[in-house]
């Protein structure tokens, strides 16, 4: 059974989202598993699921590598998981030819393409980094408005009538550690 895959990083790429799940469906995947989440992050429920719904035979099937992994350590770990429950992985969009891990020569060019996806990130949050710098020094980037600080006041009224600070972050939509800051200062 081909088993699809489709990630995006953000809630605003709900485009990206739909092309990849159309692409998925016209390979033959009879089972999607889609989400909105960073490959950063430590998991991801719909991958997981994916994986577990997955029998001996079955093939993961991806868009793209980067949909699936952010660095080559990653997608070898999840290619050996795989391959280790005799479940095969596909890429499809090398140049027409999709990649398929049951194939060595495959193999070894989505391994390099792990690496070159990886470079790129590197590249790409190197280049933010000295966007944000060079905005620093010109007295550009702010940051993020401090929004706990600014209702300050609120939260001192509202420990004046006895409230704690779980119920005054409910109350005020910030967080409780902010408000022990504030209360603290």
Same mark, same amino acid.
């Given at each position: 059974?081909?088993?699809?895959?489709?990630r995006?990083?953000?809630?605003e =790429?709900?485009? /990206?989202?739909?092309?990849q799940?159309r692409?998925?469906c016209a390979? /033959?995947?009879?089972?999607?598993?889609?989400?909105?989440?960073?490959?950063? *992050?430590?998991?991801?429920?719909?991958? @997981?699921? #994916?994986?577990?719904y997955?029998?001996? /035979?079955? *093939?993961? @099937? *991806? %868009?793209?590598?980067?949909?699936?992994?952010?660095?080559?350590?990653?997608?070898?770990?999840?290619?050996?998981?795989?391959?280790?429950? =005799?479940?095969?992985?596909? @890429? +499809?969009?090398?140049?027409?030819v999709?990649?398929? %891990? =049951?194939?060595?020569?495959?193999?070894?060019?989505?391994?390099?393409l792990?690496?070159? #996806?990886?470079?790129?990130?590197?590249?790409? +949050?190197?280049? =933010?980094?000295?966007?944000?710098?060079?905005?620093? #020094? #010109?007295?550009?980037?702010? /940051?993020r408005?401090? %929004?706990a600080?600014?209702?300050?006041?609120? @939260?001192?009224? +509202?420990?004046?009538?006895?409230l704690?600070?779980s119920?005054?972050?409910?109350?005020l939509?910030?967080?409780?550690?902010? *408000?022990?800051?504030?209360l603290?200062?």
């Open positions: 059974m081909l088993i699809g895959y489709a995006t990083s953000t809630a =790429q709900e485009a /990206g989202l739909a092309a799940e692409d998925l390979a /033959g995947c009879e089972r999607l598993f889609s989400e909105q989440a960073s490959a950063t *992050v430590a998991t991801r429920p719909r991958l @997981v699921e #994916a994986l577990a997955m029998r001996d /035979g079955d *093939v993961l @099937v *991806v %868009t793209k590598p980067d949909r699936l992994a952010r660095s080559v350590s990653d997608l070898l770990g999840i290619i050996t998981q795989l391959e280790s429950r =005799q479940i095969g992985l596909r @890429v +499809l969009s090398m140049g027409g999709p990649l398929d %891990t =049951q194939r060595p020569t495959d193999r070894l060019m989505l391994t390099m792990g690496a070159i #996806a990886e470079f790129e990130r590197a590249l790409m +949050l190197e280049r =933010q980094r000295e966007g944000i710098a060079k905005a620093h #020094a #010109a007295g550009k980037y702010k /940051g408005k401090p %929004t600080r600014a209702k300050a006041g609120e @939260v001192w009224v +509202l420990r004046g009538e006895g704690g600070p119920e005054i972050a409910r109350r939509g910030i967080g409780r550690s902010s *408000v022990r800051r504030i603290a200062a």
